[in-house]
């Protein structure tokens, strides 16, 4: 399939890059769009979602939010992989820690990604079908981030379809999110195991890296400010994997 526009991105074919960096807010593709990148250019801004492309480190690379959530990211992955020509994603985005390991700013890589969605039916599998990460920008990463010192852990996300849970006066231990600790996830987030089910879907490749702007049990969080400089570690670490990665293939 090679139709564009589509209904949801107006970027004719070959404006993106192969490789695109998603995070959830469309302000943040502009900021990182502004001071990461290199000659970008917006090529898409249908209902506010910018995307951009431009240099880093040579390497051709877009950003484009995914906005919230498991249907929005799933359009977006969906029309880039099929309609454009992107061959892998990585999401960069926040979460929220459910270990009490894993703390404040922290960087979660994940390798796999729970949910507690109905996004796979749609597949028509006779079974339970696990989301998982595309190993080569799993292993670029993880280097990329020792490299750069980062505190960082490796492991399961929960995708979660809600936000806010129905749950007041459930005893801790029997909330959606608290549950999924005692099997040892991380954090939770909203996008990653549709980005991970979309690309496995497709032949395409995907990762997802967040910054812990939450810690679930405790109630801390990250200010303003903290956000906007932890991120930028998050940032940076997606753009060296992706260049990283690029390098790696040129010499496949």
Do not use: W
Not at 53 to 77: H, N
Not at 195 to 204: C, I
Not at 231 to 247: H, N, Q, S, Y
């Amino acid at each position: 399939m090679n139709c564009c526009p589509t209904p949801h991105i107006e970027s004719q074919k070959g404006d993106f890059a192969s490789t695109v960096l998603m995070p959830g807010d469309p302000q943040r593709s502009e900021f990182i769009a502004r001071n990461f990148l290199t000659e970008a250019r917006l090529v898409n801004n249908v209902r506010g979602v910018q995307g951009y492309t431009g240099f880093y480190a040579g390497c051709r690379v877009s950003v484009m939010a995914s906005g919230m959530g498991m249907p929005s990211m799933g359009i977006y992955s969906h029309e880039l992989f099929n309609f454009y020509g992107v061959e892998k994603i990585l999401r960069i985005g926040s979460a929220g820690a459910i270990r009490a390991d894993v703390g404040l700013s922290d960087i979660v890589i994940g390798m796999g990604a729970c949910t507690n969605s109905n996004f796979a039916a749609q597949f028509h599998l006779p079974g339970t079908f696990s989301p998982i990460c595309d190993y080569r920008l799993l292993a670029a990463c993880v280097t990329e981030a020792n490299a750069m010192a980062l505190p960082f852990h490796v492991g399961n996300l929960l995708s979660a379809d809600t936000f806010y849970d129905d749950n007041e006066g459930l005893p801790e231990a029997l909330t959606s999110v608290s549950a999924f600790g005692k099997m040892r996830v991380l954090a939770v987030e909203m996008e990653a195991a549709a980005l991970y089910m979309n690309a496995a879907r497709f032949g395409k490749r995907a990762l997802a890296i967040c910054t812990v702007s939450d810690r679930i049990l405790s109630g801390e969080h990250l200010s303003a400010e903290e956000r906007r400089t932890s991120f930028c570690g998050m940032i940076e670490l997606a753009l060296r994997t992706a260049v990283a990665d690029e390098r790696e293939a040129s010499r496949d």
